[in-house]
């Protein structure tokens, strides 16, 4: 059987990204914590924060935020962040690490799309990993 010596993206462009055997694994534990926790407490999940612990409902996080959170629930996400061996601010790349994930796709889901978008994608993330 031959494989694709490259994969589409889910974006809508259609973009061309690393090929099958770079990728990393997709973490669908995670993504299923993750998917779990935004769909029981929705008013958690606020993809334009990582962290927001100010609101009236309690602590709103993005995807990576929660990534980050589960990933330690008792460190910082500079702390987690050091402690996968990224810069204190590296939290996208650590997300992404955590999570199994390109930085072209943690890009995509941590910075272009909205809430309900983020939801979709972290769903088909824990059910299907990274289809192909």
């Not at 694994?25 to 299923?32: S, Y």
């Not at 995509?108 to 192909?132: H, I, K, M, Q």
Request: proline share 4%; charged share 25%.
């Amino acid at each position: 059987m031959a494989y694709v010596a490259y994969v589409l993206d889910t974006r809508p462009t259609g973009v061309v990204v690393e090929a099958p055997d770079r990728l990393p694994v997709i973490n669908q534990d995670l993504f299923r914590q993750v998917y779990e926790q935004i769909c029981r407490v929705p008013e958690s999940h606020c993809q334009s924060t990582w962290e927001d612990g100010h609101g009236s409902c309690g602590t709103a996080r993005c995807v990576g935020g929660w990534a980050l959170y589960f990933t330690d629930p008792h460190a910082t996400f500079e702390e987690t962040a050091r402690n996968l061996g990224f810069a204190a601010d590296g939290w996208c790349e650590a997300a992404a690490k955590v999570l199994g994930l390109t930085m072209e796709e943690a890009d995509y889901l941590f910075y272009v799309t909205g809430d309900e978008e983020a939801v979709r994608l972290v769903e088909g993330y824990a059910l299907r990993g990274r289809a192909l």
